[in-house]
């Protein structure tokens, strides 16, 4: 399994880094002892259109507020000052697309076509508060898209496209959106996607929707309601549109980001325009240290936190240029990301463990076949990475030359909490191992009752101090944003992660403590897959949760048991399938379906999904005293002996 041990060596090669960790020791001191003064200092990557009155406002916990009353805009600090200053004609995307196109454009063309669709935003009626999904592929627009909504104080949900109809009507409903952002289809892995139909069946759940404009990228039919939808080249202009960009307070929302917990419903996660951009242009600096000259891949995609903050936002805030891949990392070869990485000379790679082990699991021969002498630094997002994909990334990619930056953090989190900090002074790199926090992260590890524990045992991670990139409230949710962050250890954010810190003071991060899953790193929840089985026609009962995997970290597997009427149905696994894809998302379905006649329940009725998990997964139960039906622990079993049989 995909687990740091906490007990990992240190690599040798560290000097070649020039570690000088008294120096980040010191500007962390000062985030810590003299917050407000240091983030007063570092607020200055931004320009601001008028200053804040106060860096931090604690008077109303947890509702944190940073840099309150000073306003700012983001597109401005993504677009505008560069194009004002000497970074006109700098690259600010090199887009490759799936099949091998490529599309350069520049600070000043993306900030043309920005002020383009901002003005088109305006002409629909979209006004600064409204709020507008956007389900788009990796394509330029998605972050014209973001940029045009937050120039004239839209507030957006990006809505990845991996997503069913289910999942995207329920981001809709939730957000009461106006507007929906999309394109006729995605390419994914030499297929197309037919995201208009998926938007056209999610719009038949809701009715607040009033306007779709349309990407067109795959150009297959698609069906264009009047009076609903329309094309986005009939609404953006060719001439030069300038749209004043509409001061926002540091603390108005940017945009709302949708995650999962351990209930059906996701949570909707705001972040606002100030401190987030403060957050994540300083994070972005103090991990990977980019040069003005420096060509930044992050691999993620831009419907993930990840894709917000270090594929858009901080890389623009400052001046970065970022290649943007739309496809599939093993499409159409198991080279596509080295052949990239020597085609554009990529200095600093930021990609997932997943990625890694999958690609590992290609062998040598790939990177190999490429020259990747411009890489200089490796980073990492989303899970923990095993020590293994860790040295096969530093030895085979990095030539031993280059850090890798492990970066922990959450999409509630908005940018890295812990994480390397290469530009502050290097510490020598444990494999496994983040290291040590962001300057004004204060982590802590506690036992179940709140007692810190001692170095080197597993406990929960929480963290003592509000960051600026902390994310405002839950949409719609004050409550929920207290109960599930705050209430566990009161006056700390808890973030639902395990950790060990080792006795050097290094963290080890280790996944999940609740039942959220991390598939390749993405977290979904184990009750929306449950959710989604129950209302399948042919399912009475669920119970559903992660294995771990060598390569994806953990899959999904799901026991269920089928109404009478459809006992011995051979098609039932099929259709269930089938329907988790339509209803949530490819990335949602099962690895394994297993039928059972009964599944482990307590005298009141609730499945034992805890149980379920020991037994198949051949752990031991734990306590069982509740338990009404033993019986149907000897089926979970048996279930589980007839599929090993039968995939061995
Ligand atoms: C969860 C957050 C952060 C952007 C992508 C995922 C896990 C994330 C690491 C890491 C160990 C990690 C945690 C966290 N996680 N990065 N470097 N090492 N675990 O964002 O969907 O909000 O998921 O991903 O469990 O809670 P997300």
């Known amino acids: ?47 601001w259109h008028r200053k804040w009155d106060k860096v931090l406002d604690e008077s109303n916990p947890p509702f944190y507020r940073w840099f309150v009353g000073g306003k700012l805009n983001v597109s401005f600090n993504a677009l505008d000052r560069h194009v004002q200053g000497n970074r006109r004609n700098k690259a600010a995307y090199i887009w490759v697309a799936e099949n091998g196109d490529e599309k350069i454009v520049t600070y000043d063309g993306l900030y043309q076509r920005v002020n383009s669709f901002a003005k088109s935003l305006m002409d629909l009626g979209i006004k600064k508060g409204d709020r507008i999904i956007i389900y788009l592929p990796m394509i330029l627009e998605a972050p014209v898209a973001m940029l045009a909504a ?84 009939d609404i953006v202009g060719s001439r030069i549109t300038y ?47 980019p040069g003005e000259n420096d060509r930044w891949w992050c691999a993620a995609d831009i419907g ?28 159409p070869a198991p080279d ?42 490796l980073g990492t997002v989303g899970e923990p990475i095993n020590p293994a994909a860790w040295k096969w990334y530093y030895e085979h990619i990095g030539k031993s030359n280059s850090p890798i930056i492990d970066t922990y953090w959450q999409t509630e989190t908005g940018g890295f909490m812990i994480a390397p900090p290469l530009a502050l002074g290097l510490p020598p790199l444990k494999p496994g191992s983040g290291t040590f926090p962001m300057p004004g992260v204060v982590p802590v590890i506690l036992d179940e009752k709140g007692k810190e524990i001692p170095a080197g045992e597993k406990g929960y ?54 039942e959220v899953l991390n598939v390749s790193g993405h977290r979904l929840g184990t009750i929306e897959v449950e959710d989604a089985l129950i209302s399948s026609p042919e399912v009475a009962e669920s119970a559903v949760f992660g294995r771990p995997d060598p390569v994806k970290g953990e899959v999904i597997v799901a026991f269920v048991v089928v109404k009478e009427e459809h006992e011995g149905n051979g098609e039932v696994v ?18 394994e379906i297993h039928i059972v006649k009964s599944l482990p329940k307590t005298r009141s009725g609730k499945i034992m999904r805890r149980v379920v998990k020991a037994v198949a997964l051949n752990q031991l139960p734990g306590d069982i005293s509740t338990l009404e039906n033993s019986a149907s622990v000897d089926e979970v079993k048996s279930a589980i002996e007839a599929f090993r049989k039968e995939t061995s």
């Open 461 to 514: 991670i929480a963290y003592k101090r509000p960051w600026p990139g902390m994310f405002m409230t839950l949409n719609n949710d004050p409550e929920r944003f207290k109960s599930t962050y705050f209430t566990k250890y009161p006056g700390m954010y808890y973030c639902g992660d395990y950790a060990i810190k080792d006795k050097d003071g290094y963290y080890w991060l280790l996944g999940r403590a609740d």
């Open 336 to 377: 596509r990301m080295w052949e990239i990485i020597e085609r554009y000379r990529v200095n600093l790679l930021y990609t997932s463990p997943t990625a890694i082990r999958t690609l590992m699991r290609y062998g040598e021969k790939y990177p190999e076949k490429h020259d990747l002498s411009s890489l200089r630094v």
């Open 1 to 47: 399994m995909a687990e740091s041990t906490g007990s990992g060596e240190v690599l040798p090669t560290q000097e070649t880094y020039h570690p000088n960790i008294e120096s980040y020791r010191q500007v962390y001191t000062e985030s810590v002892e003299t917050p407000e003064k240091f983030w007063e200092k570092h607020a200055q990557v931004l320009d």
């Open 150 to 233: 937050a120039r004239i104080g839209a507030v957006f949900s990006f809505v990845f496209a991996g997503f069913g109809a289910g999942a995207l009507a329920e981001r809709i409903n939730d957000s009461k959106a106006k507007l929906v952002i999309t394109a006729d289809g995605a390419f994914r892995g030499g297929k197309i996607v037919k995201l208009k139909d998926i938007v056209d069946e999610a719009l038949v759940q809701s009715s607040t929707v009033e306007t779709v404009v349309v990407v067109e990228r795959t150009k297959h039919d698609v069906q264009m309601q009047e009076g609903r939808d329309i094309w986005w080249h």
């Open 304 to 331: 993930w936190v990840t894709g917000h903050s270090y594929i858009v936002f901080a890389p623009l805030f400052l001046g970065l240029t970022s290649i943007m891949f739309e496809g599939a990392i093993t499409y």
């Open 574 to 591: 099929n259709s269930i399938r089938k329907r988790i894809r339509t209803e949530l998302g490819p990335i949602y379905v099962p690895e």
């Open 243 to 289: 749209v004043e960009p509409e001061w926002m307070d540091a603390t108005d929302p940017l945009y709302i980001l949708y995650t999962s917990g351990t209930t059906g419903k996701p949570k909707g996660a705001v972040h606002g325009n100030g401190g987030y951009s403060v957050w994540i242009a300083n994070t972005l600096k103090w991990a990977f240290n």
